[in-house]
């Protein structure tokens, strides 16, 4: 019976162990992917792989708050910030530089590589 609990809770350490690989890196995998292998424009694949993180984020936070896992005065200022930051980002985005996204992005890939 002990083997079978501690196999069961091996099981989900490495589970939740490769969703958050995953969650980490193909998060960057998806604008690289975007870029490199369906040519899309950089800009059009980064905010695209920022709107399926927030639809993501966006349906997992509902389930979340109703399970009580989320503290509302605490999110809200967090909140107020990403939609902040969002619009303020996006307004940014619209006269960047490319080649300077570019860069920065591949700071951000070494950085997660490191990790």
Known sequence: MLLNVSGR??????????????????????????DQVMKLPFKVSTTTSNFMIGVTAAASAGVYLSRGYILPGLSMP??????????????????????????????????????
């Not at 990403?82 to 940014?92: E, F, K, N, Q, T």
């Not at 951000?108 to 990790?115: E, F, H």
């Open 9 to 34: 809770l091996w099981n989900h350490v490495r589970g939740r162990n490769a969703v958050g690989f995953t969650r980490d890196r193909f998060g960057s995998g998806k604008v690289l992917a975007m």
């Open 78 to 115: 967090v909140m107020l910030g990403v939609l902040v930051g969002a619009l303020v980002g996006s307004r940014i985005l619209v006269n960047a530089d490319v080649k300077l996204l570019r860069l920065v992005f591949s700071i951000v890939i070494v950085a997660l590589g490191l990790k």
